[in-house]
């Protein structure tokens, strides 16, 4: 639901302040945020095991974009994720934990960023993560980007990222894109009724931010979740 998405946009910039905000508040709103996914699709469930997914409606050309991050928004803090869990009530809480996930922080400052995305490093041996110059964060979509689903053993990505992974360097190649960016494009064309899918293992990272892996182990256990909101 459009205004669902709309509140928790504005309660994330409302905690976190328009200085802070990855979303972007030019004129006061976050209207932008809301037109994220650029490409013809719909919601729909898939199956038992993967939930909800985006399913293309029209044809979808290689290498188009399709999504721009205006619905990404970043957590730096342990305090703003919770107040924010907080304040949009338990079932849509419930909802941003299962979609929320850790990703390196993309900032000038995380040299280890850089230096893996131009080196072609995306996988789960990355330097220390106690490195002075590596940074994490938790993220999540506040639209319906966060639908799209991970790939399975007997999937490809059709979704991806540039200059991430091999088919990320093509792109990069073939469009000059900014590599490191977190807009989404399409690696081949994409048929109307085909599902779409992207590889979570290239931007999302187990084990780094601990007070956000004790909310989301909360969240499987129904009656502790309140309890770690608090």
Not at 160 to 182: H, P, R, T, V, Y
Request: net charge negative; glycine share 6%.
């Amino acid at each position: 639901d459009s205004s669902v998405y709309q509140m928790m946009r504005e309660v994330y910039v409302d905690i976190v302040g328009e200085d802070e905000s990855s979303i972007d508040v030019t004129g006061g709103n976050t209207s932008k945020a809301a037109q994220a996914m650029k490409v013809p699709y719909k919601v729909q469930y898939i199956t038992p095991y993967k939930g909800r997914g985006i399913i293309a409606t029209e044809l979808i050309p290689k290498y188009q974009i399709v999504w721009d991050a205006e619905d990404h928004a970043v957590f730096n803090s342990e305090f703003h994720f919770k107040e924010f869990l907080e304040r949009i009530g338990y079932d849509l809480a419930c909802d941003v934990i299962m979609w929320a996930y850790v990703e390196y922080c993309q900032n000038e400052d995380n040299i280890d960023f850089h230096d893996n995305i131009m080196n072609g490093i995306h996988n789960k041996t990355f330097k220390d993560k106690n490195s002075k110059n590596t940074c994490f964060e938790v993220a999540v979509e506040l639209g319906d980007a966060s639908f799209m689903n991970d790939i399975n053993e007997n999937e490809e990505a059709n979704v991806i990222f540039c200059g991430i992974g091999e088919k990320g360097k093509l792109l990069q190649e073939a469009i000059n894109c900014d590599i490191g960016s977190d807009d989404a494009y399409s690696s081949r064309d994409i048929n109307p009724g085909e599902e779409l899918l992207i590889e979570y293992n290239l931007f999302s990272f187990d084990d780094q931010i601990m007070w956000f892996d004790n909310v989301h182990d909360a969240a499987w256990k129904l009656p502790e979740l309140k309890e770690t909101l608090n």
